[in-house]
């Protein structure tokens, strides 16, 4: 997308639905929104199908609205439940297979610096932890090792949700879900320590529980992505279908979670910490 | 046996999977051709073709894709001022717009919107027996034509700016903005020949309900009732 592509042609307006024209209106296109701005414009994402109460959606919703430039951003996806609300969103989004966001974000990406090279595209991958620690699991590794310059969201819901509850890399061990009744035989992988071990410039872990941190950690992904190299952010974003969570708790579930053993991780590296600080100096200045 | 009898495509239903007609031996028209219901005509008869079949069956409506509706690049304009003053010629006719292809789930108001994975519930709820793609990209009016033939009885006519589409009952291939015009000129000659449409007595152009209640929605923002345009 790009902002000259949100003029509706002339005399056709009024035969927008309605959602179109609140888009082009009062849609975030083209300025920096705040989390204190939420409720007073109109989100990229707002119905989905996914089921009520769910966390996924709540994270999906705050992090589509804290991209720093949503006109400018591709989101790459693949099977799993966040994609039922991701590709819902007025944002392109591109369906990878299960297994190979990250190379076709790759692509993505190489291809759009070579078509335009005085704009910063923004490709961000989201897909669950299925889709990025387990069967896409090398595309993530390699896109890593290269260095890739875009973002990785793992909608880290510790189970296969979409297809009713296989245990999935990031299931804790123990952990029985309802497609895996032995319980897990081996540890969560550590993900943040693969990051690490790679190179990842920005790597975070957190939950839905804070909208401000979700924005700020969001923000900072996408923005060292653009110069410096790969970032990761690892959300909790539990399913309360599967772990049998009831709705109007699973935001406790998440405050709970946060405190024992998720916390909010942020790793940086010296080069996105400088970048970060020379465009915060520059946008003040 | 092999069945030697040409494959027709016409207006359905046809069943859950109809075969996309290329695979049945429909081929796309050259520059100058155009396709009814299956087999290639002069662009001149495809025309007349469409323009008797949107005055004369029910509720014609047009689904203008995001290639008209956006004004994403020079000469989009000049092509939705095409499509309106084609609109102007068809009484009764309402405009439902394809504003993009993203799913739209849990549920779509089918009086505002056509969505390419579902196109049936608009073209069910509006009881539309004849329809205009316009500017929407071809993969997606290609899977779109196939379910409405599949699921309904809606005469499907195409306007295609590039190659023309084999899954609709009338197509014209590379159609700008000049092709538009002919057709609504070729509309404007059968009136003149005696042809009365079948609303004959209703304005060009009829706003669904939800287009009402939007257009209201918007005056009331604007104060004055101007559109913002
Ligand atoms: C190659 C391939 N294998 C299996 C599937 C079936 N499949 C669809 S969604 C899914 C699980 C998704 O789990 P996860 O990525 O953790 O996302 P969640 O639904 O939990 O958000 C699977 C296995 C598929 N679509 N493609
Ligand atoms: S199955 Fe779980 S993760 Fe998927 S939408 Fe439902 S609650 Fe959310």
Same mark, same amino acid.
């Given at each position: ?15 927008? !639905? ?17 989390? /204190? ?113 875009? /973002? ?54 957190? /939950? ?8 700020? /950690? ?28 009831? !709705? ?38 | ?229």
């Amino acid at each position: 997308m790009a902002l000259r592509t949100l003029n509706v042609a002339p005399g056709f307006m009024r035969f927008m !639905p309605k959602e179109y024209q609140d888009l082009v209106e009062k849609g975030p296109f083209g300025r920096q929104i705040k989390v /204190t701005d939420l409720g007073t414009f109109k989100e990229v994402l707002e119905e989905h199908p996914m089921c009520e109460g769910c966390a996924m959606a709540f994270f999906i919703r705050l992090s589509l609205a804290a991209l720093p430039n949503p006109e400018h951003t591709v989101m790459v996806g693949t099977a799993g439940c966040g994609r039922l609300a991701i590709s819902q969103a007025a944002i392109p989004f591109v369906y990878g297979n299960y297994c190979d966001t990250n190379g076709v974000a790759t692509g993505l990406k190489r291809g759009l610096q070579i078509r335009f090279p005085d704009q910063h595209k923004d490709v961000v991958v989201m897909a669950g932890d299925g889709g990025l620690s387990d069967i896409g699991f090398s595309q993530v590794m390699h896109s890593w090792f290269r260095k890739e310059k875009f /973002t990785t969201i793992m909608l880290d819901n510790e189970v296969y949700g979409n297809t009713g509850g296989q245990e999935s890399g990031m299931t804790r061990k123990g952990e029985v879900v309802k497609m895996a009744p032995l319980g897990k035989q081996f540890e969560k992988i550590d993900m943040l320590g693969l990051a690490q071990t790679s190179g990842v410039a920005y790597i975070a872990r957190l /939950t839905p529980t804070n909208p401000s941190r979700v924005f700020s /950690t969001i923000r900072k992904a996408v923005l060292i992505a653009r110069e410096v190299g790969p970032t990761y952010v690892q959300a909790y974003t539990s399913c309360n279908i599967e772990y049998s969570i009831a !709705p109007e708790k699973v935001l406790d579930d998440a405050r709970q979670v946060e405190k024992e053993r998720y916390g909010f991780v942020e790793i940086m590296s010296d080069e996105a910490k400088a970048y970060l600080e020379r465009i915060d100096a520059e946008s003040k200045a | 046996m092999i069945n030697s009898k040409p494959y027709r495509v016409v207006p359905g239903p046809e069943g859950l999977l109809p075969p996309a007609a290329a695979t049945c031996g429909v081929v796309l028209p050259e520059k100058g051709e155009g396709l009814v219901l299956g087999s290639l005509q002069s662009e001149q008869d495809t025309l007349l073709v469409m323009a008797r079949e949107l005055l004369t069956r029910k509720n014609p409506t047009i689904f203008p894709g995001p290639l008209v509706l956006w004004a994403w690049k020079e000469g989009v304009a000049e092509k939705a001022a095409s499509v309106l003053e084609l609109a102007d010629e068809i009484p009764g006719v309402r405009i439902i717009p394809m504003p993009d292809y993203r799913p739209i789930y849990p549920k779509i108001d089918p009086e505002a919107v056509i969505n390419p994975c579902h196109p049936n519930l608009t073209i069910w709820h509006n009881k539309i027996e004849v329809c205009v793609f316009v500017g929407v990209h071809c993969h997606f009016a290609n899977i779109t034509l196939k379910m409405i033939r599949a699921g309904t009885n809606c005469y499907t006519i195409t306007l295609c700016h590039e190659a023309g589409h084999e899954d609709s009952m009338a197509s014209l291939p590379f159609c700008g903005s000049d092709q538009v015009r002919a057709l609504t000129e070729a509309i404007r000659q059968l009136k003149r020949e005696g042809l009365r449409p079948r609303y004959a007595d209703t304005p060009g152009i009829q706003l669904t309900p939800t287009q009402q209640t939007v257009l209201s929605g918007l005056a009331w923002q604007h104060g004055d009732g101007a559109l913002a345009e």
